[in-house]
């Protein structure tokens, strides 16, 4: 009597689908800083949201935070968003 054992074909399936899940959660990185230049509270930012314009607001839990600038100055670092307590 054989084991029971996955098929190879169902094996490299689930194994394509795991690395799939892993690059779309991986999202985009944010610095967050005051506008005084300094790093909020928290100081980065993973979401799956590419752009957040002016004016939008990130719900952390108990505390929201508003986009009140973007810079995106240097191409080796994540772009900065400005924010302040909503």
């Given at each position: 009597m054989r084991p029971n054992r996955p098929s190879p074909a169902l094996v490299l399936a689930s194994l394509a689908l795991t690395r799939w899940r892993e690059e779309l959660v991986a999202g985009f990185l944010f610095r967050l800083e005051t506008r005084d230049g300094?790093?909020?509270?928290?100081p980065t930012l993973s979401a799956a949201v590419?752009?957040?314009p002016i004016g939008s607001r990130i719900c952390l839990g108990r505390r929201t935070l508003c986009v009140v600038d973007r810079r995106d100055e240097d191409a080796d670092q994540p772009p900065v968003?400005?924010?302040?307590?909503?």
């Open positions: 300094e790093p909020a509270e928290p590419p752009d957040w968003l400005v924010v302040e307590e909503a």
